[in-house]
């Protein structure tokens, strides 16, 4: 039976990554979306055939939501991930964790309180290459790693290009911003 997934947060991430991904996984069934903004859950809950609610904790209470994206705000991540967790459902949470420590931690002891599975998105480290690149490196065939930097661009930021961090030789990561 496939996992029936509420989506908390239904901005653009929510919309280009998670909702439509979810719904294109066999093993996945969207039921529930949360979002403040009352016309926009309405709309994609029309769409997708789910339940809309613009009070995610409302959306919590529903017995057919079996686990969570949390695909809002940096900011929300941390109690959103928790309040998730202590209504007994497991946690996808999009990446950053948390904005702090304390809260990454506190998000980690909730789960395991639970006994909830807490995931973070750090999708990237499973893209293919970004696999096959570390099946080349851990291989030994190439020479000693002196230095290894990725970049990646995402549309639509700031009316421009955002370009992620790379490490250089001296491991201080750099931010180009375009």
Request: contains cysteine.
């Amino acid at each position: 039976m496939p996992v029936k997934y509420g989506v908390i947060g239904c901005g653009a991430i929510g919309q280009r990554r998670h909702i439509p991904e979810c719904c294109a996984n066999p093993d996945s069934k969207l039921v529930a979306l949360a979002d403040p903004v009352a016309e926009r859950v309405a709309e994609l809950g029309k769409k997708y055939g789910a339940k809309h609610y613009t009070d995610y904790k409302e959306m919590l209470k529903d017995k057919d939501v079996e686990a969570v994206v949390i695909a809002g705000p940096n900011s929300l991540h941390a109690q959103q991930s928790m309040d998730a967790l202590n209504a007994g459902k497991h946690v996808l949470c999009e990446k950053p964790m948390a904005t702090s420590r304390e809260d990454a931690k506190a998000m980690m002891k909730t789960a395991e309180k639970n006994g909830k599975y807490l995931m973070i998105g750090l999708n990237q480290r499973l893209m293919p290459p970004h696999v096959r690149a570390k099946e080349i490196l851990d291989s030994g065939k190439l020479a000693k790693r002196w230095r290894f930097g990725r970049r990646l661009s995402i549309p639509g930021r700031k009316g421009g290009r955002w370009m992620g961090a790379s490490r250089g030789s001296s491991g201080r990561a750099r931010r180009s911003w375009g």
